[in-house]
């Protein structure tokens, strides 16, 4: 089964947004097993958008079309279908009370051209939407699918799911069901990740095994095709279980998890508390650990000690200690110390270094780590910008923090 | 004259890169004023492609394509431009020549398939490629352009702006320059800034005006077409200087300016030091302080006094004004003072606030800054999730950072 994306709207030809929506389609489509030839993008012009409409239909089995629903008056995808197929527009009273009652909700006047979103090809269905006012549009002529939605991704996104991939699977006599697994490592780069599995990820065919690298992290994703959820889930299980062994302490969480929570959740079933003291990363490690909501029960604060006087009166790091060097393992080690002292934590973790561009060595950062039972030094060196080797440093020192919570370390 | 951008690449289809190239080119024909009315994607296909090609010829009057260049076996750009004009492939001793001694300089040996990168379309023009070992193509078939283009995003930029664009301009006999001045806002929304500037958006006509909005700036985009570069910036000079007189202190930079950029150069030139006393932006100002390269210069460091105690213990913020309430206009004033003190610093931002989502009220954030010779709190309403509420707490408290070094504050 083919499937073509037409995206609508002259803002896109124009280049003032980024059309993230087919590429979103498009990977769901591939994810079916399903071919993709073409996309198109249009303007808002009714005889272009039938024009494209028309070829999508003579070489595709099912037209995805986004954008052109709203309530504007260059809103004109439903226009366009009409045209394309010859249909006349109908009008849902159904739809128009149900605008009527969300506005009535709101409390707000509904403007009345917020009607054309109850209007709708002959023949074709209303697909709710739950995130905004205009409904998308399925609607099979002569044995195709085409299906209208907003160009908003997250509206978007849900009626994609909802209603449309339904179903295109169920023209396309798909009944299987696919699952994905991810698991979220750090410590090495995605070279090595894959060659630490390459034995697997030869073999493994269902579930088949796909890298991402995001932000200094890799992700090892798993996918199964089953008959149900739970025979995909079985099929995934063993092979997790796998690569998890493999990959030992590097794997720091699954699916959605994401560093900070995972933090915070470790030192509060410990019972510690957490501050940061930094030099070179300016307060951003504890940005980061404050990103998460309730945060607050363990993260108690930070001391930037960004001039090296600082980095004596508020840390209390001796002036032997500082002349050796400021961006030393003794340094950054003296720092976490005086944190744990000053900010009254359990655990500190401080930072060093030189972020760049000028400096004695820019891209060398000292993290290290003080806990109630231990405490350890690390040195970067790590390659590129300003903004790069900050934001390398901060989720270093959060990945090495994980390290120290649950006790793993690292060595010398 | 039409344009059509074509994007070439499975990838594309698949899902696994966002097209960001359309967008660019989008963006550069859009301000020569010229139309685009489709853009294509299609895979590495010779036949689509070729169909793609013929298409786009048959309604615009250029055709640019991106990607399919390279030297493997799946790059055939030039095999379907040559299908869809009916031309024979030559090939450019010249250019394996150049190739082949690129290699040499590089001590590399050169595999044979880089060859396939010296072949064109009969009577094309190679368009050298500093950036990359894949040369662009350009070729006027039945006074139509085709230019093929690299898929790689800087490589596709250096020759669109050198070679493509000039001669779609030749083509379309427009002789005039574009230049652009972009002046940046932040404290009042878009649509107050254009309503401000309403009289003047109507009347200027070269320079044209335009609005764009960006993590809480607004940026007024003056753009001028003349004959030569130093005329158009004389059409542009007066009404900049109207736009800045009309927004005064909302203006705070011009073109590549930042405002961490700034703010250390308006300290440095008042030979004042800076620090940060945060609890729930939890280091993020110091974060962003900290960003520009050189910062060391004036900014000293920050308290992230997180836990309500530590306002006390290293703020020295007194029982009494806590007691009050930790997120009070007061209590941010005192955390500025104290951390003037301890920071040893001239001037000081202060954030508290509830960053949500739970609290007593979600969104409430008190942003105070102490001078030397003033100081002064105001407290931001926001909406939306933590992280927004963060992200643009941090945005406010450096632009009231900057009325506070110029000395222009803000009122009550």
Not at 226 to 240: N, R, S, W
Not at 285 to 291: E, K, N, Q
Not at 371 to 388: K, M
Request: charged share 25%; with cysteine; net charge negative.
């Amino acid at each position: 089964m083919i499937v073509e994306v037409i995206a609508v709207g002259t803002e896109l030809l124009l280049g003032q947004i980024v059309n993230t929506n087919v590429a979103h389609i498009g990977g769901r489509i591939a994810d079916l097993g399903l071919d993709a030839h073409y996309q198109q993008t249009v303007g808002d012009n009714l005889a272009r958008m039938e024009t494209a409409i028309r070829t999508a239909l003579g070489r595709a089995d099912a037209v995805i079309i986004t954008g052109g629903i709203g309530p504007t008056q260059d809103d004109i995808t439903r226009e366009a279908i009409c045209a394309a197929t010859g249909r006349k527009m109908e009008f849902s009273d159904e739809y128009a009370q149900a605008l009527r009652e969300r506005y009535a909700r709101w409390a707000r006047e509904m403007p009345e051209s917020n009607l054309r979103q109850a209007e709708y090809p002959e023949g074709a269905e209303l697909l709710p939407n739950p995130k905004g006012t205009a409904p998308g549009i399925a609607l099979e002529h002569d044995g195709k699918l085409i299906f209208a939605l907003p160009g908003v991704p997250p509206e978007m996104h849900l009626l994609l799911d909802d209603h449309v991939l339904p179903r295109i699977r169920a023209k396309a006599g798909i009944d299987e069901v696919l699952v994905s697994r991810v698991i979220k490592t750090w410590g090495k780069g995605e070279s090595a990740v894959a060659e630490q599995l390459s034995d697997l990820f030869d073999s493994s065919v269902n579930p088949s095994m796909a890298f991402l690298a995001s932000n200094g992290e890799i992700k090892v994703r798993l996918t199964a095709k089953a008959g149900t959820v739970a025979e995909a889930e079985a099929l995934i299980a063993p092979v997790q279980r796998q690569v998890e062994a493999r990959l030992g302490s590097l794997v720091f969480g699954r699916d959605d998890d994401t560093i900070e929570a995972i933090l915070i959740e470790l030192a509060r079933s410990k019972g510690w508390t957490i501050g940061t003291a930094e030099s070179a990363t300016g307060g951003l490690v504890a940005g980061r650990l404050t990103s998460v909501a309730g945060s607050s029960e363990v993260f108690r604060g930070s001391i930037v000690a960004y001039a090296t006087d600082l980095k004596r009166s508020l840390l209390a790091v001796d002036e032997a200690t500082l002349g050796a060097g400021v961006v030393t393992e003794p340094t950054a080690l003296a720092m976490a110390m005086g944190a744990r002292e000053r900010l009254g934590v359990d655990v500190a973790v401080a930072v060093t270094g030189f972020a760049g561009p000028s400096g004695d060595e820019p891209g060398t950062m000292v993290v290290a780590i003080a806990t109630p039972e231990d405490a350890r030094a690390r040195t970067l060196r790590l390659p590129g910008d300003r903004e790069r080797v900050r934001t390398y440093t901060v989720t270093s020192a959060v990945h090495l923090l994980r390290l120290a919570l649950t006790g793993e370390w690292w060595g010398a």
